[in-house]
């Protein structure tokens, strides 16, 4: 499992790059390993308020579909339009393929850094 | 298989055969869904096409046929195909929560229940469930929040006649966009166990989920789940946004090889209808794109009046039956 040192994580497995007041969000490596293979992704629209916690985007795999949250409170500036016609660079490339760019960011505090998220998939795992 | 520690079971049996309430009520019991415990929810719909989450209604069934016929189009959460329901199918739902969720303990709760019914039945793949190779319940899942919905078919007398009416069958696409349904082979358990009813199998899988878990659930009233909360769920699954979602516009490219020489068209429709059509052909008649385009204008996607004009322009019918 990759977690680049860099970025920034969440206890519902997204990761958040964050530069200035914008940031990428997507899915990380553990997300799309327990996921499966993606067929579907559905995005929010540029200029969306997202929120800290709530449901920005769901994906879809073999016949599940899960909610994505958002790391932080902010405005979506960009989505990604590739991942429509090609889920799979989720699970190909998960730090690669953000979902969307957001600008205006506030709530940062509950991220974990990647060595809090580390240990955190790890006492998940050890749960089941 | 280890089982779910579960303390306390909750089940609801729906007396409505709304596909809207029924689908309000399901998220209104996946969310309300608590650590330790499991609810079990059974319902049926009266003649509805469900699509999953993330298909194209356009794309996955014939809405004209329905909307003559009065059979309603909902949407569910979870993922998948379309499927079409009547009183001859009987939905289950589990909603438990994320941490407690053991998907071979819940299919064993259903297989339990069939197993009293004389019906030995085994998992296929990840997600249905079989008789000697012939499919009579499909499922699917939905995670929001900490909690999960796993839910499915079980068709025991429904009208197949009238699903491969309403259902979209089509195997190939040049252009599609959205989660396509696959066409299964499928059976009533009617055709297993001539005397199954809805009402049976209804009592046989309150039983194994109380047996399987050692627990007597408590049961839901109707009353109970008339709530606004539930209304205001209600409204979003009848409204049009959740049903045909917010991008409208979709196009579509179809091509075939006709008389005339090879010809692909481009649709854009917006709700179903065509407001343009680009033809591109390489037949000699250079005047076809121009000559044909507009008469596809206005023209229900999916109709027959499409299915007339593309034979017109020389497409064998039963490229019509599979591309459309």
């Given amino acids: 499992m990759k977690t680049p040192e860099e970025l920034k994580y969440t206890k519902s497995h997204e990761w958040i790059r964050i530069d200035g007041d914008s ?9 799309q390993s327990e996921l499966g293979d993606l067929v579907f992704v559905n995005l929010p629209e540029e200029g969306d308020a997202v929120t800290a916690g709530k449901t ?16 932080v409170t902010a405005v979506v500036a960009e989505v990604n339009s590739e991942l429509a016609d090609a ?42 | 298989m280890k089982l779910p520690m579960f303390k306390h079971l909750r089940l609801f049996v729906s007396p409505w055969t709304d596909p809207y309430l029924n689908l309000a009520c399901e998220e209104e019991l996946l969310r309300s869904a608590r650590p330790e ?7 049926q719909n009266d003649r509805t096409v469900v699509i999953g989450r993330n ?13 003559a016929d009065g059979v309603k189009l909902a949407r569910r959460l979870s993922g998948g195909g379309a499927v079409y329901h009547d009183m001859g199918n009987l939905n289950y739902s589990f909603v438990c929560a994320d941490d407690d969720y053991n998907r071979p303990a819940l299919a064993a709760v259903v297989l339990g229940a069939l197993a009293g019914l004389g019906v030995e039945a085994s998992l296929s793949g990840r997600n249905d469930i079989e008789v000697s190779g012939r499919k009579f319940s499909g499922s699917a899942f939905y995670k929001t929040d900490g909690c999960v919905l796993h839910h499915g078919t079980l068709m025991c007398n429904v009208d197949c006649d009238k699903m491969n009416r309403y259902l979209h069958a089509s195997s190939a696409k040049l252009k599609s966009r959205g989660v396509r349904s696959v066409k299964a082979r499928v059976r009533n358990l009617c055709e297993i166990v001539p005397d199954i009813t809805v009402a049976k199998v209804s009592a046989a899988l309150q039983k194994s989920y109380a047996d399987t878990f050692g627990i007597m659930p408590a049961v839901l009233s109707a009353e109970e789940m008339q709530t606004p909360s539930v209304e205001e769920k209600r409204a979003r699954f009848a409204s049009e946004e959740w049903l045909y979602g917010k991008e409208e516009k979709f196009s579509e490219t179809l091509g075939f090889k006709g008389p005339a020489g090879e010809i692909y068209i481009e649709f854009a429709t917006e709700r179903g209808i065509i407001r343009t059509a680009h033809i591109f052909t390489d037949s000699l008649a250079v005047d076809l794109p121009e000559r044909y385009a507009p008469s596809f204008e206005g023209v229900a996607y999916g109709s027959d009046r499409m299915k007339e004009l593309l034979e017109t322009l020389g497409m064998p019918e039963e490229e019509y039956e599979r591309l459309v």
């Fill in chain 2, 55 to 67: 298909q194209n209604a356009y794309r996955e069934c014939h809405i004209y046929e329905m909307q």
């Fill in chain 1, 23 to 31: 940031a990428e969000i997507g899915l990380t490596d553990y997300a």
């Fill in chain 1, 87 to 128: 889920p799979e660079k989720i699970n190909e490339d998960p730090y690669g393929a953000w979902l969307v760019k957001v600008s205006g960011i506030t709530g940062t505090e509950e991220l974990m850094s990647a060595a809090e998220y580390e240990a955190f998939v790890a006492s998940e795992k050890a749960e089941h």
């Fill in chain 1, 56 to 71: 920005f985007a769901d994906v879809e795999s073999v016949k599940t579909v899960s909610d994505v949250f958002s790391p």
């Fill in chain 2, 37 to 43: 415990e499991c609810g079990l929810y059974l319902w």
